[in-house]
């Protein structure tokens, strides 16, 4: 069954290669098909479309699908092409004339818009959650290993004293920042496109207002051309949060499997957490930290591959869109798992105590070391100058005190301030 079927078959080829996975990827979309069913049903009652009972019955068969695809028990042939048909032949099936008339007031184009915007607003919000958890992890692991050292690079070059406490807070106050574009996501996928039919409204006396509210929605997506100019618009605004969030995990990734290496050797995981070789019995690979990266770095694209579909479509539905929905359903799967491991993995961190012991690392205290001769009153450029000097020569020798107290700096990581930074997004 199509819900656009006109009584001819369609060759199988065409229907094959128009579909293609819709199928599989519906089967995510079922639960908020349903909802949205169930307002509209509500909605088409309330004006009169519907009888009481015709209303009543349809929600009723709507809840037992909801019990089925909840418990894993509804599946989508081949016979149909998408949820939609296959819930509208359950429920014609099941109530006849008035499983017959859910359609009545919209089209498929509006139920695929409010279905998926349903979908990202749960999602978008489990992904934020899952964030703070690993938020509230770095957090912990800064305060707890605040005061041991860490060298600081610059083009993969000594540079300068860092610690850990600032490193896993760095990580931290990025993921707020990360949450600033889902943030931004949710509040334009948090409005109402229900009603907008094929993306031009209806002449039913329908009321948005109503389903708007059903739903959850906070605002209505008014004009109706503008609701289906939001699909792609919705799925690239979330694509862009995901793939901030994928930046600053890859990163952190990246961190690790370096600081893993024996020529670092700042940290290491449990065996359980590595992986061996099949020749070299020594070895203890970070694959779960590789893997993690390199998934985030093709989530990171899924943004530009949603603009490459719909940079040049002009206003109005077109089949292009399809494709949008295969890109960031599996995003939103990959980066939720990435969030899980990395947090999962992260709790059995273990870090190096005496890392800057290793003489190799007495250049990382010549700033500080220039920086007290400038507070004995030594100009900046004439101790510069010296230090550079006795580096030269083999003579310099680190004032290995240090004493950081800005804002944010390793001896003052201001990680109260950085709490109250991630509650002001909630």
């Known amino acids: 069954m199509k819900l656009w079927d006109k ?9 094959h290669f128009t579909v ?9 979309l079922a639960k908020y098909d349903i909802i949205a069913s169930k307002a509209h049903a509500q909605m088409l009652g309330k004006i009169g479309l519907l009888t009481k009972e015709e209303t009543k019955l349809l929600v009723r068969e709507l809840e037992n699908i909801a019990l089925d695809v909840e418990g894993g028990k509804f599946i989508i042939e081949e016979t149909f092409e998408d949820v939609h048909s296959k819930i509208e032949f359950l429920l014609t099936e099941k109530l006849g004339d008035a499983g017959k008339k859910i359609h009545t007031a919209r089209s498929r184009n509006d ?41 600081g690079y610059t083009h993969f070059q000594i540079a300068m004293p860092s610690s850990f406490g600032l490193w ?4 931290a106050e990025s993921l707020i920042d990360d949450l600033c574009f889902i943030d931004a996501a949710y ?27 059903e739903m959850g929605f906070k ?83 899924v943004p530009n591959q949603i603009t490459l579909i719909t940079i040049n479509l002009p206003s109005g539905y077109h089949r292009d869109l399809q494709m949008v929905k295969a890109l960031i359903i599996p995003a939103i799967q990959e980066i939720k798992s990435c969030l899980e491991m990395m947090t999962f993995s992260l709790k059995d961190i273990k870090v190096n105590s005496n890392i800057l012991d290793d003489p190799k690392y007495d250049y990382l205290f010549s700033v500080d070391t220039l920086n007290q001769l400038v507070l004995r009153g ?3 450029r004439d101790a510069y100058k010296q230090i550079g000097a006795e580096i030269e020569a083999g003579t310099f020798k680190p004032q290995k005190h240090l004493k950081h107290t800005h804002q944010g700096s390793l001896g003052n990581l201001c990680l109260n301030e950085i709490k109250v930074k991630m509650k002001k997004l909630n």
């Open 111 to 151: 139920q695929v818009l409010v279905a998926m915007q349903l979908y990202l607003k749960e999602e978008l919000s489990e992904i934020k959650s899952q964030t703070q958890e690993l938020f509230n992890l770095l957090l912990e692991l800064a305060e707890k290993y605040k005061d041991i050292l860490l060298p």
């Open 20 to 28: 293609g996975n819709d199928r599989e990827l519906d089967l995510v």
């Open 378 to 380: 030594t100009p900046f």
């Open 219 to 301: 605002d209505l997506k008014y004009n109706v051309v503008a609701a289906q100019m939001g699909r792609g618009k919705v799925e690239k605004a979330a694509a862009f949060g995901i793939a901030g969030i994928a930046g600053t995990i890859a990163k952190l990734s990246m961190d690790i499997c370096l600081y893993m290496s024996q020529n670092f050797n700042f940290i290491s995981f449990p065996d359980a957490l590595t992986t061996g070789s099949s020749i070299m019995p020594h070895k203890k690979n970070p694959d779960v930290f590789e893997l993690i990266r390199a998934k985030c770095n093709s989530l990171q694209a």
């Open 7 to 15: 009584g001819y078959s369609t060759d199988k080829k065409i229907d």
């Open 187 to 213: 509040k334009i996928t948090d409005q109402n496109p229900l009603g907008s039919g094929a993306g031009y409204g209806s002449s039913f006396p329908i009321d948005r207002s109503f389903t708007t509210s």
């Open 168 to 171: 896993f807070s760095a990580y």
